[in-house]
Structure formats: structure tokens, C-alpha cells
């Protein structure tokens, strides 16, 4: 069965950097990308960008495009989504999300990793 | 910043019919998919519609979605407390060359 596992929760002061990890398991790694998604405390779903796992290329949501890094390592099936300079309004949980073809919304999601910024 | 647009909330009772409405521009779902989502309280979201009408395996008879134009529906037959969640919908914007999601919709069984 499709799996992917994320690392667990983060507190992270403003200015610094975090790094979310996303295990994938259960299908072939390099068919699918892998988007990642995030969601403030009561807000809704917030696209980050996504990477293809068959070639380093990310594409990036706009608002994100300064301070958002996504990397993947073939070799253990598992993608990283870096996001530097934080700031309170980053605090939300990250999903990492499997996707299908350059143009569908993605399918399997992980569960999730809350980063807490905070002085 | 959700470019799709959805009421913030829809309600019924056991065994009705809910329907929640997607609104967007020709540059997302005027002319791309449309996915729907299910979040139960504290949970990552659940694919249950693809394809603007598809349904998952083990996404039961009672969802169904559809769409016209730039406007999508997600429609919960034969309501069930279980179903008490957010739905969230979904497509590529064209123009924003990125995903957008709607701004969701509680529904609760009353």
C-alpha cells in the first residue's frame, strides 16, 4: 500500500530553517511526484510546489520561490522540503502529497508535520 | 490565498443530500481537473473525487462530483455523522503555472 511517512514535529525560532522529510513506499518512486502542501492552525490548503523524483527540477509556488528548496534522494525513496528565513505565519502543518501527471492535484498524503515558529 | 471559491459551510441531517459548490476561472477549472478532498478533524486530507467525477477505490457510491464551465459540485448522498469533516477542492491554475485549493467547506450532520 502507498505510504508516505513524514518526520516528526519541529519548534524552529524566526530566521531560521527547517527541514521536512517525506519516506515514500509502496510504488515506484520515480513515477509519481511529490508536492508539498501546508496548513495554518484553522486555515485551508496552501500548495507549496512540488518535484519530480526522475530529475532534481522543483517547481515552486510563487509566494514560496525565495525560501523553499525541494530535494529528493532516489537512493532511500524520500524527498526533503527545506524553508528558510521563518517567520510566525510559517507555523503550520506540512503535508507531503503524491501526484500524477503534470496537471492532477495529488492523491496519497502524508501525516503531516507541524513546525512551530516561535520566539 | 485560495483562488476557488466555496461557502464555508453546508449542513444536514442523517439521509439527506448535501451539495458543495467549487467556483473558479476558466484558468483552473475551466479547463483542468477538478479533485475533491475529504479532512476529518485533525487528519491529512483523503482523496475522494478525481477527475472531476471519479471515485477512488473505497470512496463509497455516496460522493459524487461533478463540474460545468469553471464551476465544480461535490454531492454526499444518504448523509452520515461520519461524513462531518472539511471538503476541499482542487485544480492546476493555468496562469499561476501552480495548484489552488478551494476555501473549504464544514459540513455537519445535524
Known amino acids: 500500500q502507498v505510504q508516505l511517512v513524514q518526520s516528526g514535529a519541529e519548534v524552529k525560532k524566526p530566521g531560521a530553517s527547517v527541514k521536512v522529510s517525506c519516506k515514500a513506499s509502496?510504488?515506484?518512486?520515480?513515477?509519481?511526484?511529490i508536492h508539498w502542501v501546508r496548513q495554518a492552525p484553522g486555515e485551508g490548503l496552501e500548495w507549496m510546489g512540488r518535484?519530480?523524483?526522475?530529475?532534481?527540477?522543483?517547481h515552486y509556488a510563487q509566494k514560496f520561490q525565495d525560501r523553499v528548496t525541494m530535494t529528493r534522494d532516489t537512493s532511500t525513496s524520500t524527498v526533503y522540503m527545506e524553508l528558510s528565513s521563518l517567520r510566525s505565519e510559517d507555523t503550520a502543518v506540512y503535508y507531503c502529497a503524491r501526484g500524477d501527471g503534470d496537471f492532477n492535484p495529488p492523491d496519497y498524503w502524508g501525516q503531516g508535520t507541524l513546525v512551530t515558529v516561535s520566539s | 490565498q485560495s483562488v476557488l471559491t466555496q461557502p464555508p459551510s453546508a449542513s444536514g441531517t442523517p439521509g439527506q443530500r448535501v451539495t458543495i459548490s467549487c467556483s473558479g476561472r476558466s484558468s483552473n477549472i475551466g479547463s483542468n481537473y477538478v479533485y475533491w478532498y475529504q479532512q476529518l478533524p485533525g487528519t491529512a486530507p483523503k482523496l475522494l473525487i478525481y477527475r472531476n467525477n471519479q471515485r477512488p477505490s473505497g470512496v463509497p457510491d455516496r460522493f459524487s462530483g461533478s463540474k460545468s464551465g469553471t464551476s465544480a459540485s461535490l454531492a454526499i448522498s444518504g448523509l452520515r455523522s461520519e461524513d462531518e469533516a472539511d471538503y476541499y477542492c482542487a485544480a492546476w491554475d493555468d496562469t499561476l503555472s501552480g495548484f489552488v485549493f478551494g476555501t473549504g467547506t464544514k459540513v455537519t450532520v445535524l
Open positions: 509502496g510504488y515506484t518512486f520515480n513515477s509519481y511526484y
Open positions: 518535484i519530480n523524483p526522475r530529475g532534481p527540477r522543483a
